[in-house]
């Protein structure tokens, strides 16, 4: 009995630990200041990102009036829209290939295959995409933005197949036995039965494959023609002038998207009980 | 019922795996499932009954043999080109659908009209009792509703055969009972062939017509449940059902269709069937309850030593101690007027009833 009960006082609690507090205070500092810092910059009145001159939304009315950020945001959509779109079809079909069937050798290297782009180093990407593009254009001499929807749907695949790979294997196989056993044929049953169950990890993957491609500068910055500057790469090609809190502003909007799409992801997960 | 055959297995064998790996869940079954009977599949889990309903639904394809319904060979079909369907263990039941639209789900595959289907759902709404609960989800109605529904929406496309895998298992005991007359009921009122699968030999009694034991992949003994209870073939089958007492006996006579034995205490007695042994010994069965004890010692059959009795409402059990070293179980039923007659550490007489020795094949 007293052993029990001084096990059970001993009983290893993380909290517990000396300077927990303080490491977790600090790991949040470093994660977060930062971002703290540059939207409470991008509501500076100054002209610099880094001395406070009083509170004004002026830089977010000149991002909103720059035609080079409308621009460039309106690639940025263009792109993110149809990667995410192609990307997240992609990695349905790649998540049922790899779920769904019975297993055959080699699964494991598909797997392998279809996750690549988080493995290979996104600079190799990036010049291996340069090169090969080249000759395409000089083959074809298209120069439009297939490219970049191309390249963007590539890297996305991986991040839309994870969450709808982890839905179907969390689903209830029987049901599409149940399915196939009152008539329906493979495609009513994926349609009927499999999709409708599918959809959160779907929505969650292309919201995933939306951000991603929204967010990258290394591919984008080597694959990309003049003229067509997504976001990111503006951003990245004004840093090399004088800063000014417009780059904040239009960072804060970039970061306020990102938060409202992951937080649309957490609760469709949520809803779902996945 | 009729004597036409609905689903025949023609030498199924499954074998799961290769090479090394390789299971054998089915070792060339053979069996004839007639139209219109409550036929039941039993034996203990791993036995291989499920995989022979999963073959006839067409999720698994067999490795050998063929499987034919009404004398169409449907074993390379796929599930939605048989006529078919299964009540799963689990239901199944399709949660993203109303109750109605589950049982509608086969209908509308069938592409039977919007008019058909809803007549047709009403119907089984009505035969299974839940049409107030038509628009429910799936997730709001209770265990017991779930199996009607998952009942209906089986019986709805009406099949030639309807394959039961274990669906009362999940229920509790007075849901369970309730739902074996219900399946009676449904099956008598459909007239459709329904394939049960259970592993609860109480079950297999009650609801079929007939039952085939199971064990390792193999088909033990087809027949009625009276039949398979009062004469179990080989070993197996009489354990597995019911309580049963195991004695080795020596053959003194074979007739055309009786067997005289001399049991280990020496007295003779006579078995229904010829028996068939190399070395003049074979093994009996006697059920607990076909045997009563007896003071007399001329009239009993056997003698032993009574180590327990246990009192069990409706019955008494005596365990005996035959002077072989056999323990032997005397079953009697209570009386309003049976006393404590026996005691433990008596020595009794047992008495087996005519007709009560079944001669074993193993």
Known sequence: ?274 | MSDSVSVAIHGVSKVFGHDRNAVTALDDVSLDIREGEFFTLLGPSGCGKTTLLRLIAGFEHPTRGHIDLHGEEISHLPPYRRPVNTVFQSYALFPHMTVAENIGFGLEMQGKSKEETTSTVGEMLRLVQMEDLADRRTDQISGGQQQRVALARALAPRPRVLLLDEPLSALDYKLRKGMQIELKRLQNETGITFIFVTHDQEEALTMSDRLAVMSQGKVLQVGAPREIYAHPAVRFVADFIGDTNFLDAELLEIERDRTELKLPSGKPVSARGAARSVDGKVHIAVRPEQTTLTRDADAAHLEGHIDNVVYSGTDTHYHITLPGGESFVVRTQNRGDSGDEWQAGQTAGIVIEPGAVQILAD
């Open chain 1, 1 to 274: 009995m007293e052993n029990s009960l001084s096990t059970r006082r001993n009983q290893f609690s993380v909290f517990k630990q000396p300077g927990f507090t303080i490491i977790a205070l600090a790991c949040f500092i470093v994660l977060y200041m930062p971002i703290v810092v540059l939207v409470v910059y991008s509501f500076n009145s100054g002209t610099s990102p880094a001395k406070w001159d009083g509170f004004s939304l002026q830089w977010y009315a000149a991002a909103w009036n720059n035609s080079a950020v409308k621009t460039a945001t309106l690639i940025s959509i263009i792109v993110a829209c149809q990667a995410s779109l192609y990307a997240t079809i992609l990695a349905t079909m790649a998540a049922m290939g790899t779920t769904r069937t019975r297993p055959y050798r080699g699964q494991n290297v598909i797997y392998a295959l279809v996750n690549q782009p988080l493995m290979v180093p996104e600079i190799v990407t990036a010049v291996a995409l340069l090169i090969c593009f080249a000759v395409i254009k000089e083959l074809t001499d298209y120069r439009g933005l297939a490219y970049l929807v191309l390249s963007h749907t590539a890297f996305c695949i991986p991040f839309a197949y994870l969450p709808i790979r982890a839905r179907l294997e969390g689903m209830d196989r029987t049901l599409e036995l149940a399915a196939a056993d009152l008539y329906a044929n493979s495609w009513q049953s994926f349609r009927r039965v499999t999709l409708p169950q599918l959809w959160p990890g779907i929505l969650a993957g292309a919201m995933l494959a939306f951000v991603i491609s929204l967010d990258d500068v290394v591919i984008t910055e080597f694959v990309k023609a003049p003229g067509q500057d997504t976001l990111p790469t503006y951003m990245l090609g004004q840093l090399r002038r004088a800063i000014t809190p417009e780059i904040n502003a239009i960072s804060t909007a970039l970061l306020l998207i990102s938060a409202i799409l992951a937080l649309f992801v957490f609760l469709l997960g949520r809803k779902h009980g996945n």
